[in-house]
Structure formats: structure tokens, C-alpha cells
């Protein structure tokens, strides 16, 4: 039992620490953490603003060095950035001159990816987020929710191994974001991928997460991991639901 | 729909056709009711004089060929400034250490105005064709090497990490993000540069010629004819607004992403 766990980590950080260095003094954000993700799991970082949750992530797919400590994805160590991850920004960051289908096709069309492959592979990825009908809409027709789909077919199109999700809806009406969330388990469920995803919205953590990672202030430590084993599609007003939110939020208060 | 077009033409065509022909009206009763009249000639007389010269001769040429010619000492040039503009002024807002070796350079040449250049441009390219061309060139080169490095300096950082974790190579990274990221800033100096040059026609035409838009203006100043210099005068306005219009045109067209349509 324990051997078939260990066999399924994919992603797998080993005594992490980060210190940004200013001019006039060096912070430590990330303190020491210690991290192991399963292949197909749905993990939530979540903490206080300003911990160092985009530090970690950005870590953890290679867009920032660490000062001490290693990734390993795959048992590979993380370097640098690679189309074995995907990333989904918080600023949403589509190419404007491209269309929808331009967008999402890009990773395959710069790996080299044959042209027919590749369009049907964006198609596929288009539909599943639910923008069929807007392959040739350049970004700026469309909404921030149509957008930030688009930011997740892009992702998903190059069919990495693990993708990361900063915040993905944080700028997003309310009533968008709990529709994205439906709709990121509904193309999780559909197209199983490991995710790690931040956010420092309790409610979106819980009704995701297979599991939270809970992040101390900074420096950012890990004060805490709660597997969340709530049938889904999961219900914010569960009593369930409802005493894991008030726990976790507690716990979270106790760091500040 | 229909109403947002017939407004839209409305907005093109009336506008500016009522406002130029309240200044010509003003121009005229400026001249009828006061002294002006001995030095400046009155709206009528320049516009029909102007339509006239499309078929009566001004030296040499019509109109017509006044304006080709000037044209084919402007286009090329501005072509091949524009091109030089560009390259090197994406080249300095990508790489650093050219920005640091040109930038001097650059600076040092930026402030000096086209018609400084005439006498040794006369001494490098003699008095043909090529010193007209090697004004035009700064004229273009200069503002439009300015914008490309604008438009290279401020790409979102954010799509270039997006593109390098898609995969994209520091080359694909240059062609598919920095490149179209720096259209827009491109085409705001192809437009500067654009008007720059063609009014540098008329300093390029000092440099001995016989015909030309230019010309037109730096003969009138042999004989005075002050009709003559607005007839002039009106062909450069006139051509360079319809260059800016083709020019806005192809921008709309290149650029269709920029355009706000929410
Ligand atoms: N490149 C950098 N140089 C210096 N300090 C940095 C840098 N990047 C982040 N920091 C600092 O590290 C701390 C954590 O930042 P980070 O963006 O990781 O936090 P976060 O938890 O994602 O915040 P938020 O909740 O606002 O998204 C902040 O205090 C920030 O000022
Ligand atoms: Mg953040």
C-alpha cells in the first residue's frame, strides 16, 4: 500500500527555501517546505495574502530559481521553464493579436507539432472548455471569464504533466467565479491532469481541493495539510463543508 | 446599424469639409477686407489655380507628375528607413548591450534636423537623386527607430514567461511575442516618420531639381509668385493627409486584435 503511493508522486519538492535579495536587505519568503503530489491530485495552496503562495508556485514550475533546495517532476529536476507544465496566470495574459484558436494552438505550434494535429488537439481543448463557436474571436471580444477559459485550453493543449493555477479567477465577477469553478472540475473530471492551484479564497479551496496545503505568513512554511474527502460535486452548504471552512479558517487566523 | 454608418460618413466626409471651408471663408474675408491682400492671394484664386495645375503645367509637368515625382523620392526612401528604423530599434530594446554601444550614436544624430544634412549629403551623394533620398531616409529613420524601441521595451513580461513555459525558444520567444507585441508602437512611428519624410520632400528639393511638389514652392521663390508657393504649398498638404489615410488604413487592417470591440 504505501510502496503504490510512493510510485504515483510526480511532483515532489525537497527542502525549499527562497530569499529575494533587495537593495537595502534580503526577505526570506519561503521558509522551508517540503512537498510530495500525486499523480491526477487536485492540490490548493492556500494562505494569507502576500505568503509567498505565487513564490512557491512559481518554484514549482521552474519560472523562479530556489535558494536552497530542489523540484523534481517526474524525477527530473526542475530548472528552468518546459512544456512538461502548464501554467494558468492570474493576469490571464493571452496573446491579443492571436485568435482563440491562436492562442490555444500556440505550445503545440512551437513545439513543432503538425499542423493538423495540432488544430484538431485545439479544437478538442476549445470545446472542452466551452468556447466552441469563438476558435476565430481575438481576445479582446470576449469576456474575463471566456478569457480565462481560453487561458485553460491554452494550458491544457500542450497536454503537460502537471499544470499550475495562480489565481486563476480572482478577477473574476462572483457569479463567474462559482460558474468557473463548476466548470474547472467538470474539465478536471473529464481530462484528469495533477493541478496545483492557489488561492486565498476558502470556499473555492474547499469545493476543489483533494487537498490544501495551509501556508504560515511569511517566511511561508506548510502549518498544515487537510485531505479533503468530500463527494463532489460538493455542496457550500453541507454541514460537512461548512465545519471544514470554519476549522481551516480558524487555523489560518491563528498565523496571522 | 444603418443609422451607425450613414453616421460614420457623416463624421469622415461633413466634418472636416465644413471646417475647411470655414477656413477658406475666413481666409477670404480676411484678404478682401484689409491690406493682406497685396501680399496673399485669395482662397478662390489658389484653389482653382491648384485645380487648374492638374491640367496647365507648372514648369515642366502637370500636377500629377509633380506629385509622382516626389513620391518616387519619398517611398523608397521612407521604405528603407522605415525597414532600418525598425530593426534597429527592436534590436536595442531586446538586447541590451546594443541599446548601450547605439544608443549614444543614436542620440547624438537624432537632434539634427534633415535640412543640416543637406550640404554633405550634396558631398557624399551628389546633387542626383541620392542626397534627396538620403534626407528622406533620416527623416523616416530617425522617429521610427524611436517607437520600435518602445514598442520592444514594454512587452508584457508575463506573455514571454507564458511563451517559454509553452515551449517556445528564445527565438520564437523574439518572432511570436516581441515582434507583434511591437506592431502598434511600430506603426505609430511608420505614421511619424511617414509625415516627417514627406515634408522633407521640399528640403530635399533644394538640393538642385526641376520638378516635384518641392520644386514647385523653391521656384516660386525666383519669381515671387505667391500663388504659386500656396498651389504648392496645398499639394504637399494635400497628398501628405490622403499618405496618412493609407497609412491609418493598412493599420486597421495589420492591427485589427488592437481595436476595442467589446
Ligand atoms: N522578485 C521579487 N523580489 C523581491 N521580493 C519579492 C519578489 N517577488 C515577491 N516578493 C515578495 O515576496 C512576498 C510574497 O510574494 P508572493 O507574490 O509570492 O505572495 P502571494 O502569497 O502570492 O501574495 P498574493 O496573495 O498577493 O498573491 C511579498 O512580500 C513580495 O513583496
Ligand atoms: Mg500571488
Redesign the interface.
Known amino acids: 500500500m504505501e510502496q503504490d503511493r510512493n510510485l504515483d508522486i510526480i511532483l515532489k519538492c525537497e527542502n525549499v527555501s527562497k530569499k529575494f535579495q533587495t537593495k537595502h536587505r534580503t526577505k526570506e519568503v519561503i521558509g522551508n517546505i517540503n512537498l510530495e503530489v500525486r499523480k491526477n491530485e487536485f492540490v490548493v495552496l492556500f494562505g494569507p495574502g502576500q505568503c509567498g503562495k505565487t513564490t512557491m508556485l512559481n518554484i514549482l514550475s521552474g519560472l523562479e530559481k530556489t535558494t536552497t533546495g530542489k523540484v523534481f517532476l517526474n524525477d527530473r529536476e526542475v530548472v528552468e521553464p518546459g512544456p512538461d507544465r502548464g501554467v494558468v496566470f492570474q493576469s490571464i495574459s493571452l496573446y491579443p493579436w492571436l485568435t482563440v484558436m491562436g492562442n490555444v494552438e500556440y505550445g503545440p505550434k512551437v513545439r513543432g507539432i503538425n499542423k493538423k494535429v495540432r488544430k484538431e488537439k485545439a479544437e478538442y481543448y476549445i470545446e472542452l472548455v466551452g468556447l466552441k463557436g469563438f476558435e476565430n474571436s481575438y481576445p479582446n471580444q470576449i469576456s474575463g471569464g471566456m478569457k480565462q477559459r481560453v487561458g485553460i485550453a491554452r494550458a491544457y493543449c500542450n497536454e503537460p504533466d502537471v499544470l499550475f493555477m495562480d489565481e486563476p479567477f480572482s478577477a473574476l465577477d462572483a457569479q463567474t467565479r462559482y460558474l468557473m469553478q463548476e466548470e474547472i472540475m467538470r474539465i478536471w473530471e473529464k481530462e484528469k491532469r495533477t493541478v496545483i492551484f492557489v488561492t486565498n479564497n476558502i470556499e473555492e479551496a474547499l469545493y476543489l481541493a483533494d487537498r490544501i496545503i495551509l501556508f504560515t505568513n511569511c517566511p511561508t512554511q506548510i502549518k498544515k495539510e487537510y485531505v479533503i474527502d468530500l463527494p463532489r460535486p460538493r455542496d457550500y452548504t453541507s454541514d460537512d463543508f461548512l465545519k471544514l471552512r470554519e476549522e481551516i479558517t480558524e487555523n489560518m487566523a491563528h498565523t496571522l | 446599424m444603418i443609422k451607425n454608418k450613414t453616421g460614420r460618413i457623416f463624421e469622415i466626409i461633413f466634418y472636416p469639409l465644413v471646417s475647411i471651408l470655414i477656413f477658406l471663408i475666413i481666409w477670404d474675408v480676411g484678404v478682401k477686407n484689409s491690406e493682406l491682400s497685396v501680399v496673399m492671394p485669395g482662397p478662390w484664386e489658389v484653389v482653382s489655380k491648384f485645380i487648374q495645375s492638374f491640367a496647365v503645367p507648372i514648369g515642366k509637368y502637370t500636377m500629377v507628375y509633380h506629385i509622382l515625382y516626389s513620391l518616387m523620392r519619398v517611398v523608397p526612401a521612407y521604405i528603407v528607413g522605415s525597414l532600418a528604423g525598425i530593426i534597429l530599434g527592436i534590436l536595442m530594446g531586446w538586447y541590451p548591450v546594443i541599446n548601450r554601444i547605439l544608443r549614444p550614436l543614436y542620440e547624438l544624430i537624432r537632434p539634427i534636423p534633415p535640412i543640416a544634412w543637406i550640404p554633405i549629403s550634396i558631398v557624399w551623394f551628389g546633387i542626383g537623386e541620392g542626397s534627396k533620398w538620403f534626407l528622406i531616409f533620416l527623416a523616416a529613420f530617425v522617429p521610427i527607430t524611436l517607437n520600435a524601441y518602445a514598442g520592444a521595451t514594454t512587452v508584457?513580461e508575463?506573455?514571454i514567461?507564458?511563451?517559454?513555459?509553452?515551449?517556445?525558444?528564445d527565438g520564437?520567444v523574439f518572432k511570436?511575442?516581441v515582434l507583434?507585441?511591437s506592431?502598434p508602437h511600430i506603426f505609430t512611428g511608420l505614421q511619424v516618420g511617414l509625415s516627417t519624410s514627406w515634408a522633407t520632400v521640399v528640403a530635399a528639393e533644394m538640393i538642385r531639381s526641376t520638378e516635384g511638389v518641392g520644386w514647385i514652392i523653391i521656384s516660386s521663390m525666383d519669381t515671387n509668385n505667391v500663388v504659386q508657393s500656396l498651389v504648392g504649398i496645398m499639394g504637399i498638404g494635400v497628398v501628405g493627409f490622403i499618405l496618412a489615410i493609407v497609412m491609418r488604413k493598412i493599420e486597421e487592417v495589420l492591427?485589427?486584435?488592437?481595436?476595442?470591440?467589446?
Open positions: 508584457d508575463t506573455l514567461k507564458c511563451s517559454k513555459m509553452l515551449g517556445a525558444s520564437q511570436t511575442v507583434p507585441y506592431v492591427c485589427r486584435w488592437n481595436r476595442i470591440e467589446t
